[in-house]
């Protein structure tokens, strides 16, 4: 298995393979970068085909938080931790307190929270083993509230930079997902005057969003489709690609979930359609600006304050992906670079 030359080796400044047989922990913690700060990012416990496509996914997502750290002004770096295996059957405490000790050992320069697989009861294990914890109960609480709200005010910055208003009376939103954002982003659109499609797997969910903000419903198949003017994926990753762009009629993507493009190709292809796509980790980065906020001062007004100012990132971004005539994404990329560039001190030039 390549490490150094793997596809997604992009100069990470360490990986640390972490096993320990008597619970049976394989593990790999992967620092990006920690030219802006400690390097936070969740610990995501999947049953891996094998080690190369855990390996991939660890650097992948470790760059991605050094990236979503640095436009969002954290004072984060980026890094990433995966536990090879199912939770159901390997997620014991013991397992829980072994990977905190690996934690441990980094010294702070990684700062582990929950992830998809893992929880923040799971966390409080590894609380146990190393302080060098965030999202646990009773600390920052949940982040998606804090997600949602970025989202919402995403939206308002790409119709302001669309139309010249952010204005939401009268604008369709069609969300796919009503999980823990989608659903707390419904209620602000509902509140701000939004009209709302929605589409889950649970019909259960749909029926309340139907009786609480009068939404209308559609299919999981048809929700990309649907004629409004924003289209929120807040489901799983992958929605935009070649099969769902032809059929959009929204002329905005704003939407939580992480990985919304297929392949990079994409962001090309929406904006060839004039579409204006909101960068997955630029719109969704409230709730890691909410957890790194975390500490015995935290103030969820002041954390709050801050997840406001996305809208901020994303009216500059829009405008200078105008002015240099690069796609969101592309600008997205690069404004992450000139931060980090800038920190480290060195020639934006070279
Ligand atoms: N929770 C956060 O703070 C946060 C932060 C950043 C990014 N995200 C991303 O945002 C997305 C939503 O996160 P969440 O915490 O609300 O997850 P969640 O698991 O609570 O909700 C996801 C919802 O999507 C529904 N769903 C799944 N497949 C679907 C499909 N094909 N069509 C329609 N609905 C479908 C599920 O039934 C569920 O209700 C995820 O991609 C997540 O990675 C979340």
């Known amino acids: 298995m390549a490490v150094f030359n793997a596809p997604d080796f992009d100069n990470h400044e360490a990986v640390v393979f972490c096993n320990d047989p008597e619970t049976g922990l394989n593990a790999i913690i992967a620092i990006h970068d920690t030219t802006l700060g400690a390097s936070l990012g969740g610990c995501r416990f999947w049953p891996y085909e094998n080690d190369s496509a855990a390996l991939t996914d660890a650097l992948r997502l470790s760059r991605g938080m050094t990236y979503k750290a640095a436009l969002a002004n954290t004072g984060r770096g980026g890094g990433k931790s995966v536990i090879i295996g199912d939770p159901r059957q390997l997620g014991t405490p013991e397992l829980f307190r072994a990977m905190g000790r690996f934690v441990e050992r980094l010294g702070g320069s990684y700062i582990i929270a929950e992830d998809v697989g893992t929880s923040p009861a799971d966390m409080a294990h590894v609380r146990q083993e190393t302080a060098h914890v965030a999202g646990l109960e009773g600390a920052s609480g949940d982040p998606s509230p804090a997600t949602a709200l970025g989202v919402f005010i995403g939206i308002q910055a790409a119709l302001k930079h669309q139309r010249g208003d952010d204005d939401l009376k009268g604008v369709t939103v069609a969300v796919q997902g009503l999980g823990h954002v989608g659903w707390d982003l419904c209620r602000q659109l509902h509140d701000a005057g939004a009209r709302l499609v929605v589409s889950d797997l ?34 799983l990753g992958g929605s935009l690609n070649d099969q769902t762009i032809p059929a959009l009629k929204a002329s905005i993507i704003a939407g939580s979930a992480n990985n919304q493009l297929a392949e990079a190709r994409h962001g090309d292809v929406l904006a060839a359609r004039g579409v204006l796509y909101a960068p997955d980790y630029v719109i969704n980065a409230g709730g890691i600006i909410n957890i790194a906020h975390e500490g015995a001062d935290y103030d969820q007004a002041a954390a709050f304050d801050h997840v406001r100012r996305i809208g901020d990132t994303l009216r500059h971004l829009f405008r200078r992906a105008d002015a240099e005539r690069v796609t969101p994404s592309l600008m997205a990329d690069r404004l992450a670079r000139e931060v980090l560039d800038k920190a480290a001190g060195r020639s934006l030039a070279a």
Do not use: L, Y
């Open 202 to 235: 649970r019909d259960e969910i749909t029926a309340e969003a139907k009786r609480r903000f009068g939404a209308a419903t559609v299919g999981i198949d048809a929700i990309h489709a649907v004629r409004a003017n924003v289209f929120a994926p807040c489901a």
